[in-house]
């Protein structure tokens, strides 16, 4: 299955879930309304909290693999249709990259200062003792 089709897969799943939230919701009203009467009819009210129930198991159900799905690709393990290891490692190495750059910037400021301070002391850079004029 391509990522595509997979991501396509678990929004259709959380659809799915959301459709049957709805459910739920007018299982409980249903129940609620035969209790509010006067003249209850007892099978009506529980063959409707049966499948309230029946629904809030399913929403449960598929809710939580959704979230075990999402814990197992963010915690940066390898997973099949995931980049998000890989992307966040080669955004570290820019990040260290570019720290080493400025890191190397400043060194090279450093001599280049070091340098002429040593110049304008009157050393002669040119010899190999270094010796002053």
Known sequence: MSKNAEQMSKLQTLA????????ALEYSAMV???????KQITKTADNNTTQFLKALES???ELSAQINYLTT????????????AA?????MAQHRLEHVKS????LDQ????HKQELQQLGYDLGTSSGRQQ
């Not at 799915?16 to 459910?23: A, C, P, R, T």
């Not at 992307?87 to 955004?91: S, Y």
């Open 16 to 23: 799915n879930v959301e459709i049957q939230i709805g459910k």
């Open 103 to 106: 890191r190397l910037t400043e």
């Open 73 to 84: 690709i963010s915690t940066g393990q390898p997973h099949e249709g995931s980049g998000y």
């Open 32 to 38: 609620l309304n035969e209790l509010s009467r006067e």
């Open 59 to 61: 929403i449960e159900t």
């Open 110 to 113: 450093l001599r280049i200062d």
């Open 87 to 91: 992307q966040k490692d080669l955004q």
